[in-house]
């Protein structure tokens, strides 16, 4: 199917379950997003164009399996909804090449955990859960409540596979989630798609350059070598920490600003 009818038929299915509620230009975008996912340049996709009810959501993935059998869907209690590859899901139960940076708000700096850490147990036991949960849910809806606060950028990251995934024991109700990146230097690694002559993000991902020695820098050519892959730009720019794990909520529901 050609690149344009298929983002049309995308938008159409996304008119027909949100109408009016978002808008045009809004609703291509949110459709050019899915397109990648549909023809395989991205593994999984966190929606954030817009707010989807579960009804809109289970709709949405339906209308998506027409078109690619292999999308599975993965909410949080309301907040967050993915699709994602289903055989990327399953790489992901692995654990494999796990490895997590602690940016906690207590700390001077940020700090690669060890492996043998009960962070990192933790993490893959809320994971688990989630895991445990999607098999026995028909929908794959994990209510957000059971997975600890402190693990769901850690979570979040790891769905969208980012090569090293964040983790912050700060749980406040605040509308910002406070870290110890403010004003560090990043490095910030962005994947570009090009369709109709114009360059869309597929993904990006962030790191404190001062971190990225021997062991994360070569899970970071991994990445770039498997992204590579799918035939995707990248593109390197330096950013400050605050960016990075802000959180705004909006309405109803969340969402991650990298």
């Not at 859960?129 to 990251?157: M, R, Y």
């Amino acid at each position: 199917m050609e690149n344009n009818s298929l983002v049309k038929k995308l938008v159409t299915i996304l008119d027909a379950i949100i109408g009016k509620k978002l808008s045009k230009s809004n609703k291509i975008l949110f459709g050019i997003d899915l397109y990648w996912l549909i023809i395989g340049k991205r593994l999984s996709l966190l929606i954030d164009h817009y707010y989807l009810t579960q009804q809109e959501f289970s709709n949405l993935i339906r209308k998506l399996k027409t078109l690619n059998s292999n999308l599975i869907g993965l909410s949080l209690n309301d907040d967050f909804n993915f699709i994602l590859i289903s055989e990327y899901f399953e790489e992901l139960k692995n654990f494999k090449d796990l490895r997590i940076i602690d940016c906690s708000p207590s700390l001077k700096s940020s700090e690669l955990i060890k492996n043998e850490s009960d962070i990192v147990s933790n993490f893959k036991e809320e994971f688990s859960k989630l895991v445990k949960s999607s098999e026995e849910s028909k929908d794959l809806i994990l209510p957000f409540e059971e997975i600890q606060q402190a693990f769901v950028v850690s979570i979040t990251g790891y769905l969208l596979n980012y090569p090293v995934i964040y983790y912050n024991d700060n749980t406040g109700d605040s509308n910002y989630l406070d870290n110890c990146l403010n004003g560090v230097d990043l490095n910030v690694y962005k994947f570009i798609a090009k369709l109709w002559s114009s360059e869309y993000l597929i993904t990006s991902f962030s790191i404190p350059n001062s971190l990225e020695t021997d062991n994360l820098s070569q899970a970071i050519e991994k990445w770039k070598l498997n992204l590579e892959n799918f035939d995707l730009n990248l593109k390197l720019d330096e950013g400050k920490g605050w960016n990075f794990l802000l959180i705004r909520k909006l309405s109803n529901w969340i969402k991650f600003v990298y």
